[in-house]
């Protein structure tokens, strides 16, 4: 799975040279400041592409002594940079916006500029869609980041390219709309390297899976050990690709060793039918004892029963 998410992080890298040469080239042409914005912005993209791709190789070490559990929070250290490096670009563009808007310059050879931007927002267009194919399949956060941050790329491509078209037919006193499109892009990158930055930080704090995973964990539980079976502690986490769960499950105190090892394994099964590649620790303790009930205090969980579905 490595080698393949790595030709993705080389798709996503050749894609930024591409871009970012073609965009320079426009914005040399132009002289737009929104096509600057664009061009820094591939800059990004870029280096971005290079923290993937080493993060996606740093991730998908095996595990070792001295990280038992693997190296999968490499990918959210990587998508955290990449929220850093969108916000400090997204300044830089703000800054030469302001800076053009109380100090006006012609726009020269718009057309050119058009057609190069678009050629540079359809090269992007085609990598994020194919990355994005890619972090479904293998389930990877790190081309998901690269993806969609490509194709926030190419909307604020997009809305240059309209903004630009206007300005080509328009007066001259309407290129003003240059670097106020340049500050509004400017405010679109923001958001999306804060988002990227939120994520990251949740992943690295040990954040839950979602409900609906947790759900699936829950039936799981039901439906191999019984509705009515009661279970507490339930945690769950994720590294990278990777999800983590464990829990204690109550069983009668009567039931053999084998019998409640079959068990657990009956349960890990649907849990990984649901989840694939999830490592899961089950405790099993008698039901019948009362210090077994101090699982409830692990993580602030309380005692919970696996409830019939309803008809």
């Keep these: 799975m490595q080698i393949h998410a790595r030709r993705y992080a080389y798709l996503s890298i050749g894609a930024s040279l591409l871009t970012m040469a073609l965009k320079f080239g426009a914005f040399f042409l132009t002289g737009s400041v929104g096509l600057f914005s664009d061009a820094v912005e591939s800059v990004v993209n870029l280096t971005a592409g290079v923290i ?28 955290g ?9 997204a300044v830089g563009i703000a800054y030469a916006s302001v800076q053009r808007f109380f100090n006006p310059q012609p726009l020269e050879a718009l057309g050119t500029g058009i057609v190069v931007a678009t050629a540079a927002g359809a090269v992007n267009f085609i990598a994020a869609k194919v990355m994005l194919r890619a972090a479904r399949e293998y389930d990877n956060i790190v081309l998901e980041a690269d993806a969609k941050h490509l194709l926030t790329d ?23 709309l240059d ?48 509705e009515g079976t009661q279970y507490h502690a339930l945690r769950t986490r994720r590294a990278g690709s990777v999800r983590f769960v ?13 019998h409640s090892h079959d068990l657990c394994c009956g349960v890990e099964e649907r849990i990984r039918a649901a989840l694939p590649g999830a490592q899961i620790t089950i405790h099993v303790e008698p039901r019948e004892d009362h210090a077994s009930f101090d699982g409830w205090k692990v993580g602030g969980l309380c005692d919970r029963r696996c409830q019939p579905e309803e008809k």
Excluded at 67 to 77: F, I, P, Q, T
Excluded at 247 to 258: I, K, N, R, S, Y
């Design 81 to 89: 940079m990449e929220g850093a490096l969108i916000c400090v670009a």
């Design 154 to 176: 190419v909307w604020t491509s997009a809305g240059l390219v309209a903004a630009l078209g206007v300005m080509l037919f328009a007066p001259p006193s309407w290129q003003i």
């Design 246 to 258: 464990d829990f204690h499950l109550l069983v009668p105190g009567a039931m053999t060793v084998q």
């Design 52 to 79: 993937a791709l080493l993060a996606i190789i740093a991730a998908h070490r095996p595990a070792d002594d001295c990280h038992a559990y693997g190296h999968g929070k490499a990918e959210y250290l990587s998508s």
């Design 179 to 226: 670097p106020v499109l340049g500050f509004i892009m400017a405010v679109n990158i923001v958001w999306t390297g804060i988002s990227l930055v939120r994520r990251s930080v949740a992943g690295l704090m040990d954040e839950g899976l979602p409900p609906s995973e947790v759900e699936s964990i829950i039936a799981a539980i039901g439906q191999t050990a019984g």
